[in-house]
């Protein structure tokens, strides 16, 4: 979004609600703050009840003769819709009202695309965005040559949407070449971890919940912290060693959000899969969220579509220094909670204790002896383990410890 007057995107967001209490006044409200992130200056908002959504248009026919109204009375230069929209309903919209029309996948895929600095976020990003329009060409052509700026036209979208389908397929080709390269790398560097029985801890936790805050606090990790729906993009993996000495991996995933665009997650499948091969699973929530329960339950759809399940689950409810009521939150999915400030410090202790004792669970104890001339193995010990006594013998070392099954299978 270029940041001039002239070049102003101005935008009505327009949702439908078929229940009487669906989240879509939520998830309108929601969808402003992505418009805000992306740039965009809400100048209206409207909201019908319909039974079902329009298969047409969307909305139904008074609504887009509402629509355009407001948006002469406000200068609109576009829409948004709050549902992916199909092409037949982008271009009878288009034809309606003769203004950009958008929807919140295109406006996901927009942020996305203006936050991704790494290579791999940015291929991730053009392949959603490239599978995303490949089948709306016809229907957006008309409404994106009206805007030759602004929403959607971020990264390959500056690449002229009448290319030809053929060529889009051979970039998609190229770009999953690409990431399967990306892939076998990250693969690898899995396999290492595996072979170190270093253990890992994933961050995973809605948009805007604070979980880059809490990896600054811990490594200084000197990740981007703002207050906006997909702030950082690509994930980041940083070492850190508890108190008893035992070194952990600490992976930051991508904010999840609701109705995220299906586009997004096949491209960020891996990505988002790292939680797969996880230890233990942070699961950070903004418990001065007034819809913390609604966005707790988001996640776990969301892990539950990825296929991560049976994973030992840590509730960090975070922003305590910014909690107005006394209500307790409770996740009934986790196996332990605790109460953090990212942002002062507050339960960052009780965090990393219970994330020991969550550890020891998966480890097994051990009383033996280790030989002097066997000095790397009682390293990897301290390194992947926890020794509770160590005293030093006549014939070597004699330890009570927790180790991991790798390290375990190895002294056996």
């Not at 998830?27 to 039974?51: F, P, W």
């Not at 109705?259 to 997650?265: E, F, G, Q």
């Not at 332990?336 to 990393?352: E, P």
């Amino acid at each position: 979004m270029y940041e001039t007057s002239e070049n102003e995107e101005r935008v009505i967001l327009v949702g439908v609600s078929t229940a009487e209490h669906d989240d879509s006044e939520r998830s309108l409200m929601e969808l402003k703050e992505l418009a805000d992130t992306a740039g965009a200056v809400t100048v209206g908002r409207i909201l019908q009840n319909l039974d079902r959504i329009n298969s047409a248009t969307y909305v139904g026919k008074g609504k887009i003769d509402e629509i355009s109204e407001l948006a002469k009375k406000t200068s609109a230069t576009g829409i948004i819709c709050d549902d992916e929209l199909t092409p037949a309903q982008m271009r009878n919209l288009d034809d309606a009202l003769e203004l950009k029309i958008m929807d919140r996948t295109m406006l996901i895929l927009d942020i996305f695309a203006k936050h991704a600095s790494s290579n791999e976020g940015k291929l991730q990003v053009e392949l959603a965005q490239l599978k995303y329009r490949s089948s709306r060409l016809v229907g957006a052509n008309s409404s994106m040559s009206r805007v030759t700026y602004g929403i959607g036209m971020r990264g390959p979208g500056e690449k002229k949407l009448e290319v030809d389908r053929r060529l889009i397929r051979n970039r998609i080709s190229e770009l999953k070449e690409e990431l399967t390269n990306v892939d076998r790398t990250r693969e690898t560097t899995r396999r290492q971890r595996l072979k170190h029985s270093i253990p890992v801890i994933s961050i995973v936790g809605y948009t805007n919940a604070g979980k880059s805050t809490l990896l600054n606090r811990l490594t200084g990790a000197g990740i981007l912290e703002a207050d906006m729906l997909f702030a950082t993009l690509d994930p980041t993996t940083r070492n850190y060693r508890l108190e008893s000495g035992q070194e952990v991996l600490l992976t930051d995933t991508v904010g999840f959000i609701r109705k995220l665009p299906h586009h997004l997650v096949d491209a960020f499948r891996s990505t988002l899969e790292e939680a797969k091969y996880a230890d233990i699973i942070w699961h950070v929530i903004d418990a001065a969220d007034t819809e913390a329960d609604v966005k707790m339950h988001v996640v776990y759809d969301t892990l539950r579509q990825l296929g991560i399940k049976d994973k030992p689950v840590v509730a960090v409810f975070n922003k305590q220094d910014a909690l107005l009521w006394k209500e307790p939150l409770h996740d009934a999915s986790a196996d332990a909670s605790v109460k953090i400030s990212a942002k002062n410090g507050f339960g960052i202790d009780t965090l990393l204790e219970t994330t020991e004792e969550l550890l020891k669970k998966q480890k097994i104890y051990y009383e033996g002896t280790i030989g002097y001339n066997d000095g790397s193995l009682l390293q990897q010990i301290r390194t992947t383990g926890q020794i509770i006594e160590e005293r030093y013998e006549a014939d070597g070392i004699a330890i009570k410890a927790y180790l991991t099954p790798e390290v375990f299978g190895r002294i056996k």
